[in-house]
């Protein structure tokens, strides 16, 4: 598919989601159509269905490529988001984990529960 990619995550309150997902990540608020609110990732779009109850995912639903991920991950931790530390893994001071080749991830959480991602990959 060569299409623009759409992301769905589940919520349970639409306008405490648009507080996280546009106040703190700064994503471009679309709309609310009563079923999901509706958010642009620069081509991408992201809904966030609404339900009655979340069960968080054991893994990352959403997640953003970045180049500077220090540079995001201060910025973020500026706004009050913690960042996730995972026993099995060796995260730097900011909460980044950096992979065998290189990359570095690293983890949050949004108001429900939902883990979010940033991402810097090493390129070839």
């Known amino acids: ?3 623009k990619l759409i992301g769905f995550a589940p919520i349970t309150d639409g ?3 648009k507080a996280f997902y546009e ?3 700064g994503l471009t608020f679309v709309g609310d159509d009563g079923f999901a609110v509706v958010f642009r990732s ?3 779009m992201v809904r966030l269905a609404k339900m009655p109850k979340v069960e968080p995912a054991q893994f990352t639903i959403l997640g953003w490529e970045t180049t500077s991920i220090e ?3 201060q910025s973020l ?3 009050g988001v913690e960042f ?3 026993g099995f893994l060796e995260h730097d001071a900011l909460g980044i984990w950096t992979a065998p080749g290189g990359d570095k991830v690293a983890w949050f959480k ?3 529960g939902n883990t979010l991602s940033l991402s810097q990959h090493i390129t070839a």
């Open 23 to 25: 106040g703190i990540l």
């Open 15 to 17: 306008d405490r989601a």
């Open 71 to 73: 540079d995001d991950v």
């Open 110 to 112: 949004d108001p429900d």
């Open 1 to 3: 598919m060569n299409g």
């Open 84 to 86: 996730s530390r995972f």
């Open 77 to 79: 931790t500026a706004k």
């Open 42 to 44: 620069g081509a991408n």
